[in-house]
T-cell receptor, first 112, second 114 residues
């Protein structure tokens, strides 16, 4: 089955700096890669996703890149703000009954 | 939009009690609903996948007689934790998708079994 690894597990940045979170996946048949933000005590919220037919997608301060050959994808947050502090999860799917396989999560802390 | 609700948000019960958690897609019909369990500071662990009108598919290691799933309609799925024990205490989250593989998550239910 699919295996998704996510790094780093914790990331601390200064407000205004950029943050990058990286994920790798094992199943070359995966073709859908969403990113979720989870705040304490809440459910994950979809923030951006990308499909394997594109290499990059951007939405304001958030961007995701995908390298199908290397089987890795990354989340980029620019001009970070304290409210960006949360746990971020990457996932891979699209190849087995709409199921997603999640990475281990990254705790992002943005210091004011 | 794609809004998913869960009820209750928090439940505290005595050991041996059965607890039912509802998951609803409020503004769309969900082809599939998923139930996850999340321990503190850990990732989401898929428990089961359910489709309306059919039996749920459970992940390996998840007891189907312990975690009963009923998917009564295209907008409602329920998870019943039968005879809950302290080790069942966790954060339970459902998600739903609408025709594609995009999953929208509910706000979660915090279960504490005393």
């Amino acid at each position: 089955g699919e295996n998704v690894e996510q790094h780093p597990s914790t990331l601390s940045v200064q407000e205004g700096d950029s943050a990058v979170i990286k994920c790798t996946y094992s199943d070359s048949a995966s073709n859908y890669f969403p990113w979720y933000k989870q705040e304490l005590g809440k459910g994950p919220q979809l923030i951006i996703d990308i499909r394997s037919n594109v290499g990059e997608k951007k939405d304001q301060r958030i961007a995701v890149t995908l390298n199908k050959t290397a089987k890795h994808f990354s989340l980029h947050i620019t001009e970070t703000q304290p409210e960006d502090s949360a746990v971020y999860f990457c996932a891979a799917g699209g190849n087995a009954g709409n199921m997603l396989t999640f990475g281990g999560g990254t705790r992002l802390m943005v210091k004011p | 939009g794609a809004v998913v609700s869960q009820h209750p948000s928090r439940v505290i019960c005595k050991s041996g009690t059965s607890v039912k958690i509802e998951c609803r897609s409020l503004d769309f019909q969900a082809t599939t609903m998923f139930w996850y369990r999340q321990f503190p500071k850990q990732s989401l662990m898929l428990m089961a996948t359910s489709n309306e009108g059919s039996k749920a598919t459970y992940e390996q290691g998840v007891e189907k007689d312990k975690f009963l799933i009923n998917h009564a309609s295209l907008t409602l799925s329920t998870l019943t934790v039968a005879s809950a024990h302290p080790e069942d205490s966790s954060f339970y989250i459902c998600s739903a998708n609408k025709r594609t593989d995009t999953q929208y998550f509910g706000p979660g239910t915090r279960l504490t079994v005393l």
